[in-house]
Nanobody, 115 residues
Framework: QVQLVESGGGLVQPGGSLRLSCATSLHLFSSFTMGWYRQAPGKQRELVAT???????NYADSVKGRFTISRDNAKKTVYLQMNSLKPEDTAAYFC?????????WGQGTLVTVSS
């Protein structure tokens, strides 16, 4: 059973930073494109960043230039560095495959951006 465990969320003021982590139990983790998703209250889940097996990244326009996705294949972990946070970044954040059939979703980690 694949496990995805997100952590690092919290309450932060606008303009602040957070670093999210997603620890996985994925066999052959390094071969998967991984992604970070978020779901705000009352909205659909959206993909905000992906990183492929070669380290190439893509970002949603709404976070480009502010968020950075990275991975540590030895630790089977994917990260999301979030800078210059805005109230509209408030959401539950999840990691999963960056495309194709999703793994079972983890519980996510809540990010609240508020003064």
């Amino acid at each position: 059973q694949v496990q995805l465990v997100e952590s690092g969320g919290g309450l932060v003021q606008p303009g602040g930073s957070l670093r999210l982590s997603c620890a996985t139990s994925l066999h052959l983790f390094s071969s998967f494109t991984m992604g970070w998703y978020r779901q705000a209250p009352g909205k659909q889940r959206e993909l905000v960043a992906t990183i492929n097996s070669g380290g190439s990244t893509n970002y949603a326009d709404s976070v480009k230039g502010r968020f950075t996705i990275s991975r540590d294949n030895a630790k089977k972990t994917v990260y999301l560095q979030m800078n210059s946070l805005k109230p509209e970044d408030t959401a539950a954040y999840f990691c999963n495959r960056g495309g194709g059939l999703s793994f079972p979703w983890g519980q996510g980690t809540l990010v609240t951006v508020s003064s």
